[in-house]
């Protein structure tokens, strides 16, 4: 929660995540400085905000130089994180988020964070909603799929990509694992792909998929045969800026869904 002198008023985030959700909740004079990410739309669904304010550089140097008074970052960031509160720096780690439950009180807990408490609940509202939205026309009765990245690398049913998924009827096959490859419940694994063009899902979600086999990667989710048994009728591309974070990204990859699911039907 704020401090009781206030909300902070110089507020750096070191975060991709803690990006976004801070062009949502604070006031633009609030905000310092943000991620390097900030503005890569791969990665980020609030780039064009983004670009009115100053980027960091990865070090703690540059954190210090614009003198905040809070610092968002994330748990991959400890070394800095270890640093800045050395020099005083107050340091609050924005955590990946898993379902939807979460990204709702995390969008509370940020709301007060930065001293406005109102925009944190109609935010996780937001996500309320566009879960209820993407619900009302999910997939009856449901499908199988699975979420394929580059070189054949599957999502696991505890990632939020999965947990979308599910609310628009579509659920990870019943088995964990299989000839060719390897799933872990939370971190995923790889699938081959005679795998999926033998006993693959129902449809194939692809985040990101290159548009041509200029790699090995790239090989994998370009092959003909699999682009042959998963046709538009039984496949989605699924950016991955709407399944990396909560907040404005997953109220757009929920609504983005809503409206991919409808050739499936």
């Known amino acids: 929660v704020a401090r009781a002198d206030g909300p902070p008023k110089r507020i750096v985030s070191f975060n991709l995540c803690a990006d976004q959700l801070l062009l949502a909740l604070a006031d633009p004079a609030q905000i310092a400085g943000l991620s390097p990410y900030a ?34 970052g994330g748990p991959s960031h400890r070394p800095i994180h270890a640093m800045l509160s050395a020099m005083g720096i107050r340091v609050v780690d924005v955590e990946l988020i898993r379902n939807l439950a979460d990204a709702r009180r995390q969008a509370i807990e940020l709301g007060k964070l930065v001293g406005h408490p109102e925009r944190g609940e109609a935010l996780a509202r937001q996500l309320e909603q566009a879960e209820a939205r993407l619900a009302s026309v999910a997939l009856k009765p449901p499908l199988t799929a699975e979420v394929i990245q ?26 964990a694992s299989g000839a060719g490859g390897f ?42 045969a699999l682009l042959a048994r998963y046709g538009t009728n039984r496949r989605i591309d699924f950016p991955e800026r709407y399944t990396l974070c909560g907040g404005p990204p997953l109220v757009q990859g929920l609504d983005y869904l809503a409206q991919a699911i409808k050739p499936l039907k």
């Open 39 to 72: 503005v890569n739309p791969v990665l980020s669904v609030m780039t064009e905000k983004a670009a009115a304010f100053p980027r960091l550089d990865w070090d703690a140097e540059s954190v210090v130089n614009l003198a905040p008074d809070l610092v968002l």
């Open 150 to 175: 580059r070189e054949g690398y599957r999502e696991g049913p505890a990632s939020l990509a999965s947990g979308m998924l599910s609310i628009a009827g579509l659920r990870a096959p019943d088995r």
């Open 183 to 224: 799933m872990s419940a939370s971190q995923g694994g790889f699938t081959s792909l005679e795998q999926l063009l033998t006993s693959g899902p129902d449809v194939l979600v692809l985040q990101d998929p290159p548009s041509e086999a200029r790699d090995q990667g790239a090989l994998f989710i370009t092959h003909p």
